[in-house]
């Protein structure tokens, strides 16, 4: 009988501790990923709502906190541990790869945003006698393509022997702008009229030094230069840097095709959506380099650029505690180009892609590529914030050493 009495107690008492357990650490996760904590990534503009809890699991989540002293959101405070985490003797190619501690690139983030100069980007100037000296115009066929209500003007094909193959005008570059037109805002049959009337203004003017200004984007330029970075500007002591406009500035709103607002929809507007890359610490060799597909492990830092602000990390610790259901780990995989929806921000796939174990790289990721308009809550990252992540590559397939 008191064996019975003795069993049932303990049995009691188990339940009870794990009811306990399992509320602190619900509760725990919660808070953290609530104030400025990081899970595994989250999708790019997703809605977060801080209503959603109700009052009795945040007066047992207040509870819990009092008891065990974890800290308040209002207490919180994000830091970067990676020298704490990586030693020589333990992690020798991810320590001796990731940036010196001296250089001015370890700084915090940036806190304005300069226009950067894109790379990718080429500008032809016509002069006023090639315009007049050329037969059956310019020599262009435009084309287009198109998401949901956003079109890019393309060039379609070159006719042999004008005066778009002279001056060495590609297919399949994008229609930037033309004659101070924005030609990224319209579709192929507004850029035609874009360069009708450039060309009639310019052979119309009085002025032989009149001159046709046509900007064009190489989409492969961009590729190229993320697998092959400029050289550093020894004189100035510039990092190499390739840019890439993904998104022209202008009206975001998602209209029908009559002009009216889509159901739901508000009138939005946008600045240029610029992905900076910038290569912090070069890899000692390389003969092998991440593209789609590729199982990579990385170790990175992020920060909002317009505050400076830790949001996001691989080694990162709030007041000191590590993030629960992290294990201490220090780095993380995903498939490079195939992360589930949400999992990381998109721009992760523009900005590491070419790179090589033990590179280092600056991603400068705009809204568009981030959390989008309506940012993260949970995260503490505002609307339309530009955001700063330190990435290094610390193994391709399951290799870590240089391939």
């Given at each position: 009988?008191?064996?019975?009495?003795?069993?049932?107690s303990?049995?009691?008492?188990?339940?009870?501790?794990?009811?306990?357990?399992?509320?602190?650490?619900?509760?725990?996760?919660?808070?953290?990923?609530?104030?400025?904590?990081i899970?595994?990534?989250?999708?790019?503009?997703?809605?977060?709502?801080?209503?959603?809890?109700?009052s009795?699991?945040?007066?047992?989540?207040?509870?819990?906190?009092a008891?065990?002293?974890?800290?308040?959101?209002?207490?919180?405070?994000?830091?970067?541990?990676?020298?704490?985490?990586a030693?020589p003797?333990?992690?020798?190619?991810?320590?001796?790869?990731?940036?010196?501690?001296?250089?001015?690139i370890?700084?915090?983030?940036q806190?304005?945003?300069?226009?950067?100069?894109?790379?990718?980007?080429?500008?032809?100037?016509?002069t006023?006698?090639?315009l007049?000296?050329?037969?059956?115009?310019?020599?262009?066929?435009?084309?287009?393509?198109s998401?949901?209500?956003?079109?890019?003007?393309?060039?379609?094909?070159?006719?042999?022997?004008?005066?778009?193959?002279?001056?060495?005008?590609?297919?399949?570059?994008?229609?930037v702008?033309?004659?101070?037109?924005?030609?990224?805002?319209?579709?192929?049959?507004?850029?035609?009229?874009?360069?009708?009337?450039?060309?009639?203004?310019?052979?119309?003017?009085?002025?032989d030094?009149?001159?046709?200004?046509?900007?064009?984007?190489?989409?492969?330029?961009?590729?190229?230069?993320?697998?092959?970075?400029?050289?550093?500007?020894?004189?100035?002591?510039?990092?190499?840097?390739?840019?890439?406009?993904?998104?022209?500035?202008?009206?975001?709103?998602?209209?029908?095709?009559?002009?009216?607002?889509?159901?739901?929809?508000?009138?939005?507007?946008?600045?240029?959506?610029?992905?900076?890359?910038?290569?912090?610490?070069?890899?000692?060799?390389?003969?092998?380099?991440?593209?789609?597909d590729?199982?990579v492990?990385?170790?990175?830092?992020?920060?909002?650029v317009?505050?400076?602000?830790?949001?996001?990390?691989s080694?990162?610790?709030?007041?000191?505690?590590?993030?629960?259901?992290r294990?201490?780990?220090?780095?993380?995989?995903?498939?490079?180009?195939?992360?589930?929806?949400?999992?990381?921000?998109?721009?992760?796939?523009?900005?590491?892609?070419?790179?090589?174990?033990g590179?280092?790289?600056?991603?400068i990721?705009?809204?568009?590529l981030?959390?989008?308009?309506?940012g993260?809550p949970?995260r503490?990252?505002?609307?339309?914030?530009?955001?700063?992540?330190?990435?290094?590559?610390?193994?391709?397939?399951?290799?870590?050493?240089?391939?």
């Open positions: 009988m008191h064996r019975r009495r003795s069993s049932s303990c049995l009691v008492c188990i339940l009870l501790l794990r009811w306990l357990v399992s509320a602190i650490a619900f509760a725990t996760t919660d808070q953290f990923a609530r104030v400025n904590s899970g595994s990534g989250e999708s790019s503009g997703a809605k977060q709502s801080d209503d959603t809890t109700s009795r699991r945040e007066m047992l989540q207040k509870m819990i906190f008891w065990s002293g974890l800290a308040t959101p209002s207490q919180a405070v994000m830091t970067d541990e990676t020298d704490a985490f030693t003797a333990i992690e020798g190619t991810y320590y001796t790869q990731r940036t010196p501690s001296s250089a001015a370890t700084a915090p983030a806190t304005s945003i300069m226009a950067p100069n894109l790379s990718d980007e080429i500008t032809f100037t016509i006023k006698g090639e007049q000296n050329m037969q059956g115009g310019i020599g262009l066929e435009l084309g287009e393509v998401f949901r209500t956003n079109f890019r003007v393309i060039i379609k094909s070159v006719a042999p022997n004008s005066l778009a193959q002279k001056l060495g005008i590609q297919p399949n570059w994008v229609v702008s033309i004659g101070g037109a924005n030609g990224e805002r319209t579709n192929a049959a507004g850029a035609a009229i874009y360069f009708s009337q450039a060309v009639k203004k310019v052979l119309s003017s009085p002025d030094s009149t001159t046709l200004s046509i900007t064009f984007r190489d989409p492969a330029k961009f590729r190229d230069e993320l697998e092959s970075f400029p050289s550093k500007d020894t004189s100035s002591g510039e990092l190499p840097t390739v840019s890439t406009k993904v998104a022209p500035a202008g009206d975001t709103t998602q209209r029908f095709e009559d002009g009216s607002l889509r159901r739901g929809a508000t009138v939005r507007e946008q600045g240029d959506q610029v992905v900076t890359v910038t290569q912090l610490v070069p890899p000692q060799m390389c003969n092998r380099r991440a593209t789609t590729d199982l492990e990385i170790s990175y830092l992020g920060q909002i317009e505050t400076g602000e830790i949001f996001d990390g080694a990162v610790k709030i007041n000191g505690n590590g993030i629960p259901g294990g201490n780990d220090i780095s993380v995989y995903f498939v490079l180009g195939k992360q589930p929806f949400g999992q990381f921000p998109p721009g992760w796939d523009v900005g590491l892609n070419g790179m090589c174990v590179e280092r790289r600056r991603l990721i705009p809204p568009v981030g959390f989008g308009a309506e993260n949970r503490r990252i505002p609307p339309n914030a530009t955001l700063q992540y330190d990435v290094t590559l610390v193994s391709l397939n399951g290799l870590a050493t240089p391939q």
